[in-house]
């Protein structure tokens, strides 16, 4: 596999982690049959590739639009995947994505079997918050041709498959690992996350100060 394919993957997982969104998916679909927990993971992981796909095509043109350079949106975007990586080895969760604790399950699921709480606020922003958004669009407007915006492409595919397959086994996942296991996961996820925001970071000042770096 191309190492910038593996690259962006690692990327995507630490942020979206969908091991961070599995009591919310137990929550979200309690009372639902067997059929509809698959669909509402579903229409999720649907949700997390279709969000990956649309700020890869149009990320570029968004900040072209808003007249913001990528080495300005990088050292943004590199600052915000640090703090998140800093709470998540702290135990402290991803303090861009809502707390589990506040979400009105009543507003959220109107009957049992509905799939709209798959889309908000399951994907986003449980699983696709602004951090992994930031990271999507730095990563397309860095690309130079669309064999690179394919790479993050497969990959945004590669973690929706993998979201779809965590959440379906949600309920053993979290019976297996516990609050412990989730917690340490969590924590290997944030070191990972520092050092993806310090590259991006760095990127960002190159890009800004090329003659100083």
Not at 20 to 27: Q, V
Not at 98 to 114: A, H, K, L, R, T
């Amino acid at each position: 596999m191309d190492t910038q394919i593996v690259k962006i993957i690692l990327a995507f997982l630490v942020l979206i982690n969908p091991f961070s969104a599995l009591t919310l998916f137990l929550d979200l679909t309690r009372g639902y049959s067997s059929a509809d927990r698959r669909r509402f993971a579903r229409i999720s992981s649907l949700t997390v590739f279709i969000t990956v796909l649309f700020f890869t095509l149009a990320g570029e043109l968004l900040l072209r639009a808003l007249g913001i350079s990528i080495g300005s949106f990088q050292v943004a975007g590199g600052i915000l995947v640090l703090l998140i990586a800093i709470n998540m080895m702290n135990g402290e969760g991803n303090p861009v994505k809502p707390d589990q604790e506040n979400v009105d399950f009543d507003d959220s699921v109107e009957s049992i079997g509905s799939t709209a709480a798959a889309v908000v606020p399951l994907a986003i922003p449980m699983m696709v918050g602004p951090g992994g958004i930031s990271t999507v669009i730095i990563y397309s407007a860095q690309v130079t041709d669309w064999h690179q915006k394919l790479a993050i492409i497969i990959a945004g595919l590669m973690i929706s498959v993998f979201c779809y397959l965590a959440l379906t086994a949600a309920a053993r996942i979290s019976r297996i690992l516990g609050d412990t296991g989730l917690n340490i996961i969590s924590r290997i996820m944030g070191m990972l996350l520092a050092a993806v925001s310090i590259e991006i970071l760095v990127s960002g000042l190159r890009t800004i100060f090329p003659q100083l770096l």
